[in-house]
């Protein structure tokens, strides 16, 4: 039995891919885990994982980046850790220098971070550019001398093994008995979106493609980016055809799904958006929801090949409204594409396909 430390300064202790996939599975593997975070909200076991807390993160994005990463470090040094396994770009200090002690240390790229930061409305546009190329050259420099890069998608993958040999996609695909559809529920004009409210992801276009079909509610739930593009929104015409249900668990999460016919996501075109995979695309299809999705070459492959929903220009409102209408007329294709969707991820998008990957990864830096 190896001891895996996972850590993360910006995650929550039940985020899905670090806890619900990579935690759990490690740990009905045999391995013993102890995710640490810093939530305030105390050490706890769940799911044979044990969740160690660093205490209450520190107050704003800046002072987060400064100083949780140094509070990581002091605490993961002592540690008895075999392998440690962290999930966030500000702690690739920390592991640099843990490495530098023989550790085996893993790090988890999410998202393209040089190029999501492109599209940060919070960074000055003057400055995203030259930001953008600093953080890829610190990146690229810690990440080539560490045992191993785990990447949530095949393109983010594609770049870290230019640069260390040692990279896996690890895709983050549900897990089977995620969102098991009910076996029928009245057929409704909801549909639902799922996730972060920012503006990137086209949140604004599709409260006006509401507006324009004026018969059609959207369940919303997840957190805004900010409290003034909550207000924003809030002020729209279409607002009043969401009917938002704040930042919910799973449970709510799968109660929603139910409830709906069809799950949006049409997030903009950015260089972050355009070769990603998000979760909420996989979670619909697994709930037997058809898709109103994007239309980047990627997503447009995955909805045709599966035969799992419609793609839209995200944005326009009007071509977002013409896809939600086309799918609510035809209850049949609507029921259709959702059971397509679900054979989808029973034969191919799966968390059990990629968690073999992540154990074997293990075993191999292990050895």
């Known amino acids: 039995m190896s001891r895996v430390f996972v850590a993360t ?7 899905v891919r670090i806890f619900f996939k990579q935690c759990r599975s490690s740990a009905a593997h045999g391995h013993d885990v102890t995710l640490v975070v810093q939530d305030g909200m105390g ?9 160690h807390d660093l205490g209450a993160p520190p107050v704003g994005r800046l002072t987060r980046m400064l100083f949780s990463p140094w509070r990581m470090y002091r605490f993961l ?5 075999e392998i440690i396994h962290f999930h966030d770009p500000e ?5 640099f220098l843990l490495k530098n002690n023989r550790r085996h240390v893993i790090y988890d790229s999410h998202e393209d971070v040089p190029r999501q930061l492109l599209s940060k409305h919070w960074i000055h546009f003057l400055l995203r550019k030259p930001i953008s190329v600093l953080v890829e050259l610190i990146e690229n420099n810690i990440s080539k001398n560490l045992d191993a890069v785990v990447c949530a998608t095949p393109f983010i993958a594609k770049r870290f093994k230019l640069i260390n040999s040692n990279c896996i996609a690890v895709n983050n695909f549900p897990t089977q008995e995620d969102f098991i559809p009910p076996k029928q529920q009245p057929f409704l004009r909801i549909v639902c979106y ?3 409210i920012t503006r990137e992801r086209g949140i604004s276009q599709l409260v006006d493609a509401l507006d324009i079909l004026q018969d059609v509610t959207l369940i919303m739930c997840g957190p805004f980016e900010s409290q003034a593009y909550s207000d924003e929104l809030k002020a ?37 958006h355009n070769d990603s995979q998000p979760n909420k695309m996989f979670e619909y299809m697994s ?13 447009r492959q995955i909805v045709e090949e599966g035969e799992c929903g419609l793609c839209v220009d995200p944005s326009s409102p ?12 035809n209850e049949p294709l609507c029921r259709k594409m959702g059971n397509s969707g679900r054979e989808a991820i029973s034969n191919s998008y799966n968390w059990s396909n990629e968690s073999e990957k992540l154990l074997f990864l293990y075993d191999k830096i292990l050895k």
């Open 91 to 95: 702690l690739l200090p920390v592991g």
């Open 318 to 329: 009007k071509d977002i409204a013409r896809g939600i209408a086309s799918l609510l007329s």
């Open 9 to 15: 300064t910006v995650h929550g202790r039940y985020d």
């Open 287 to 299: 709930a037997g929801l058809p898709l109103v999705a994007s239309s980047f070459p990627l997503w």
């Open 236 to 272: 729209m015409p279409g607002w009043k055809f969401v009917d938002y249900r704040g930042v919910v668990g799973r449970e709510e999460v799968g109660k929603i799904m139910s409830n709906s016919a069809a799950g949006v996501v049409t997030f903009l075109p950015t260089p972050n």
């Open 77 to 81: 040094r002592k540690v008895p850790a």
């Open 194 to 196: 799922i996730g972060a």
């Open 43 to 51: 050490n706890e076991t769940k799911d044979g994982v044990k969740i």
